[in-house]
């Protein structure tokens, strides 16, 4: 038997079709800021991606590219100028910065209505409390493609693989309030393998080729695979042994084609929810 592959493209589409006549529906589109600092190609890429679906969703989107050697004091001067900018309603910093800038300090000066991320500590402090003004794309995203396929987290045991503040701890928390029994594994958990066979869903976040075999999964279980890696033959890859898992799991993401997709659409989604906020201020 083979899993049900877990369409993560055809339903961004759909969502961002929806979004597109509720940005008409505004009384002018809503504008995402982007910042690029430096040229790592992977980066690049994931901006070019997000013009894409911009332009998809009737969103302007306002690159700001700046040279690798911009000083902290650069970037923190355009998010200043970014947050009293009355046209814009979202603010992205791709991560990762170069390793001369304080991410963290960037990440806290973006003003916490236009943190489309949901990265701001005020955002995820709110997250924490249930009381969500935006929600982390990555977990928003998984937590959609689930629902479109009929599942409900609700009492099933989530095993997470990664614990990163993008992916790992903010979905854990969303998979909780979805009432999941959920646990979190890292780098240094003991035997991987036992945690992951106890999950009904599955998710891997680590960034690891060839991490989850089909011996680590439980048959019927629901499998999501979160990461963009790279394989030998310099193929897009995700952290799961797709072809023999898709034996035993009963759903399972594809990559690409799966989570990616559903990420930039509830970017598109926070953006929208930006520019409605403004609105009826
Ligand atoms: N780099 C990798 N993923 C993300 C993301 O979701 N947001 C930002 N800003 N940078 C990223």
């Known amino acids: 038997m083979s899993a049900v592959v877990m369409d993560g493209k ?17 009384s ?3 504008r995402l800021a982007v910042v690029l600092v430096g040229d790592d190609p ?3 890429v994931y901006v070019r991606n997000k013009e894409q679906d911009c332009a998809q969703c009737g969103i302007s989107c306002a690159d700001h590219r700046l040279p690798s050697g911009t000083s902290q004091a650069e970037l923190l001067a355009l998010i200043d100028t970014l947050n009293r900018d009355e046209a814009v309603d979202g603010i992205l910093v791709q991560m990762p910065l170069p390793a001369h ?7 806290r000066a973006i003003a916490p209505a236009k943190d489309v991320d949901a990265f701001h500590p005020e955002n995820v402090g709110l997250l924490h409390l249930g009381q969500p003004r935006y929600l982390p794309c990555t977990p928003a995203g998984i937590l959609a493609l689930l629902k479109k396929y009929g599942i409900d987290p609700a009492g099933k045991h989530c095993v997470v693989v990664g614990r990163s503040n993008i992916v790992g701890k903010p979905l854990a928390l969303l998979l909780l309030q979805a009432d999941a029994t959920v646990t979190v594994c890292h780098s240094k958990t003991p035997d991987l393998a036992d945690q992951c ?21 439980r048959p019927h279980a629901v499998v999501i695979d979160v990461a963009m890696n790279r394989g030998a033959d310099g193929r897009l890859c995700g952290d799961v042994d797709f072809g023999a898992v898709a034996q035993r799991a009963d759903y399972i993401t594809p990559v690409p084609g799966g989570v990616g997709p559903m990420t930039r659409a509830m970017l598109m989604e926070n953006t ?4 409605l906020g403004r609105e009826s201020r």
Do not use: F, H, N, W
Not at 197 to 217: K, Y
Not at 272 to 275: E, F, I
């Open 101 to 107: 800038l304080d991410a963290g300090q960037v990440l």
């Open 42 to 44: 992977a980066s690049a």
């Open 10 to 26: 055809a339903l961004a589409a759909e969502i961002k079709q929806a979004l597109r006549k509720r940005c008409a529906a505004l």
């Open 272 to 275: 929208y929810q930006a520019a």
């Open 28 to 30: 002018r589109p809503p």
């Open 197 to 217: 066979r106890r999950a009904d869903i599955l998710v891997s976040a680590a960034g690891q080729v060839g991490l989850i075999t089909a011996d680590m999964v």
